[in-house]
């Protein structure tokens, strides 16, 4: 696990995902699990197990699915209702049976919202607090506590706000987080409060929400208070006008003020991370994003053009590459390379000079085109292992492919796909049916190689996202298709870009089912 001095505490599956317009299946959450432990926060709250089934079935096949390097897993839950024992509450019950090492419990520390949302009295919110707080402890599970609109509570009623501080402490919860739930607050009143509750003497944390745009300077306020737990989103996802946002929050730690956070070479993957969250989410990723944006270090020609020539420095506060961005003048030629090289040596090639450029040339075509090889693992390796094989062995070759979508009078929408391949020395004809174009194309390839490559029967696919790139053809838009798909040992993604949306799901759909065979040990003819 990471250190315990300092914890960096990750909320995207459950605060994030509150975000409108967001909606993850379970599968996407164990994704972006995955991704978030990759950069090396310390907790990901995975969600509130009994509150919704998604949420259940996240926890249940975390157990067996995350295989966490550095990330301990959060169930967050409510303390119990009132004039029960936390015992005897099933909410609470979730909790214990969740498998989850730590609990994050929400209570109000807002005098009014105990008496108006929760309609009991304040001396009851205090036993609540106390009695799940202990219980929990008792179950042998780490309690974190979310003290819910604590910076208004203390406006109101300072002295029971922080009662509810020193309740949660006394009863054993290791941290509580003081939280900016209307987002409402301004670095420097914020920070007095935090310094007010840092004489109860407990452990502080801080969770922001980002409505005045101060989420991430509040934060940072908070921590120059003393505050040793932070808490944000990926990208800044969260409900109204998001949280804080956790990469900003994190590489403004790490490299300002030399807190020792995350793996230098996790933060250096930081960029390439955050651009595959939002493939996930399909959330269209903010190109002016603080460190991770495409744009963050992109400069265009003139004053500025000319003084990097001298000095990259000269106009820029960090190296990119120590995020894993890149610089970009947008009158030449030189962006993603920092990305490029970084991945290459990530999946464990030695690149020459000449094929390092090569690459990034190539990549650089593609992603003119709408090429994204961010959330892209398998179609980068791919095209990494044309650059450094020159003609890379082939598994099958494409003569055609044909789509066929019927619907009769008063039935069902039906694909039928065919598909001619060759493969080991054969050509193949086969054809599929599918509740969709694409559904129907893979099970036609697929009936096409499972004799000559058995492995393929094992490979599912899982997702398939599509987005309409932004164009200047009116309806005749770019469409961009990541499909991940999967066997018993793992997960990849590939995609496609073509003004025809059958065309890039194929892209997509062949260049998986050629990973699959890689992976399965087959390296073509």
């Known amino acids: 696990m990471a250190d315990d001095r300092f914890h960096v505490y990750d909320t995207t599956l459950r605060d994030g995902a509150q975000q409108e317009g967001l909606n993850l299946t379970v599968a996407d959450k164990l994704t972006v699990a995955r991704h978030l432990d990759g950069l090396g926060v310390g907790f990901i709250e995975g969600g509130w197990p009994g509150a919704n089934p998604k949420d259940t079935e996240f926890f249940r096949r975390a157990r067996t699915e995350l295989d966490l390097k550095h990330a ?96 949660a402490a006394e009863a054993g919860a290791d941290v509580i987080a003081l939280c900016d739930t209307n987002g409402g607050m301004l670095p420097d009143e914020l920070a007095d409060v935090v310094l007010a509750a840092a004489g109860t003497q407990a452990r502080l944390g801080i969770h922001c929400h980002d409505d005045t745009g101060c989420a991430v300077a509040n934060t940072l306020a908070a921590v120059r208070a003393g505050v040793t737990h932070v808490q944000g989103c990926a990208n800044g996802y969260g409900e109204r006008s998001g949280n804080a946002n956790l990469f900003t929050v994190v590489a403004n730690l790490q490299l300002k003020r030399g807190f020792d956070l995350v793996p230098r070479e996790s933060l250096a993957d930081m960029t390439r991370i955050a651009h595959a969250i939002t493939e996930v989410t399909n959330v269209t990723p903010n190109s002016h994003q603080p460190y991770v944006g495409v744009s963050a270090f992109a400069h265009k020609a003139g004053l500025h053009a000319s003084a990097i020539k001298v000095d990259p420095n000269l106009y820029q506060h960090i190296d990119p590459a120590e995020v894993g961005n890149d610089m970009r003048m947008l009158v030449s030629d030189m962006a993603g390379r920092a990305s490029v090289e970084l991945k290459g040596r990530e999946l464990g090639y030695t690149l020459s000079p000449q094929e390092s450029r090569e690459l990034v040339e190539r990549v650089k075509v593609l992603e003119s085109q709408g090429y994204t090889f961010e959330a892209a693992d398998a179609s980068f390796e791919l095209l990494l292992r044309d650059t450094v094989g020159g003609d890379r062995r082939r598994h099958f070759s494409v003569e055609s492919w044909r789509v066929i979508v019927e619907r009769p009078a008063g039935g069902d929408v039906v694909s039928e796909a065919t598909v001619k391949v060759h493969a080991k020395g054969e050509r193949i004809v086969a054809t599929g049916e599918g509740n969709g174009p694409v559904n129907a194309l893979d099970k036609a390839v697929r009936q096409a190689l499972e004799r000559l490559y058995p492995e393929l029967a094992r490979l599912e696919l899982t997702d398939f996202k599509v987005r309409i790139l932004e164009g200047s053809h009116g309806t005749q838009a770019i469409t961009r298709v990541l499909i991940t798909s999967s066997d018993d040992t793992g997960e990849w993604s590939t995609v496609g870009v073509d003004e025809n949306i059958i065309e890039a799901s194929w892209q997509a759909l062949e260049q998986a089912v050629t990973y699959g065979l890689l992976r399965a040990g087959h390296e073509g003819e």
Do not use: C, W
């Open 72 to 167: 301990q897993l959060a169930a967050f839950g409510a303390t119990r209702r009132a004039g029960l024992k936390a015992a005897d509450d099933p909410l609470v019950a979730a909790l214990r049976e969740s498998g989850a090492p730590v609990v994050t419990l929400v209570a109000k520390s807002h005098d009014r919202h105990v008496e108006l949302a929760l309609r009991t009295t304040l001396t009851e919110n205090l036993a609540m607090i106390r009695d799940t707080v202990s219980h929990l402890r008792a179950e042998g599970q780490r309690v974190f506590l979310d003290a819910e609109h604590f910076f208004d509570g203390y406006k109101s009623n300072p002295a029971y706000a922080l009662e509810v501080v020193r309740t």
